[in-house]
């Protein structure tokens, strides 16, 4: 099997998975892992964080604390194939995009360079910090544009984390996982 048949396998898999728990149940564990990343982001400036639709993990929670507590916040503008940080603030007008993403209808550009925490969604995770998205590659081509120092950092639900996540040389692995049960440092 191929390292995209392979992947394609595990998306469509943890999907499932993933759409099938019930919503009071997700919005439930979303506090716990709401909780979690605070902790973990709280000592960085500028957090890049997704805006998240259908069963991810609720994320305007998320947006809404960290804007109080002093954070500046990047969200994705995808165009052309590219994933653009833009800035964001909890309350302003976001419209579905591309594949239902919401984006801020104000685009307001941000040097990647300026990142200090990237939140990735995924559709699965594995304790080694490889995850497993959507099938673009956007978040990968962006963890290589931050810098060095920024914490790579995705959030699940611990029903998302599988043993192994396949992976190849464009992969980008993450620094920490969260979910509503645990905090992972990876190796």
């Not at 998320?62 to 800035?87: D, M």
């Not at 790579?152 to 043993?163: A, D, E, K, M, N």
């Amino acid at each position: 099997m191929t390292l995209r048949a392979e992947k394609d396998a595990l998306r469509t898999l943890l999907r499932g998975i993933r759409d099938a728990l019930p919503e009071i149940e997700r919005r439930a564990m979303g506090l716990e892992v709401a909780e979690r990343i605070l902790g973990v982001v709280e000592d960085r400036e500028t957090v890049f964080i997704f805006l998240s639709f259908g069963s991810e993990v609720p994320t305007d929670p998320i947006c809404a604390r960290l804007f109080a507590a002093g954070h500046s916040l990047a969200v994705p503008h995808i165009s052309q194939g590219e994933l653009t940080p833009v800035e964001y603030e909890p309350g302003e007008a976001a419209t579905p995009r591309v594949w239902g993403i919401r984006e801020p209808s104000v685009l307001r550009p941000m040097d990647p360079s300026a990142i200090d925490a990237i939140v990735a969604p995924g559709l699965g995770f594995d304790r080694r910090g490889f995850r497993i998205g959507y099938g673009g590659g956007f978040y990968d081509r962006l963890l290589r544009r931050c810098r060095a120092d920024a914490l790579r950092t995705g959030i699940g639900f611990h029903t998302q984390l599988v043993s192994e996540v396949p992976h190849g040389g464009d992969d980008e692995p993450l620094d920490v996982v969260v979910t509503d049960v645990e905090t992972i440092t990876c190796a």
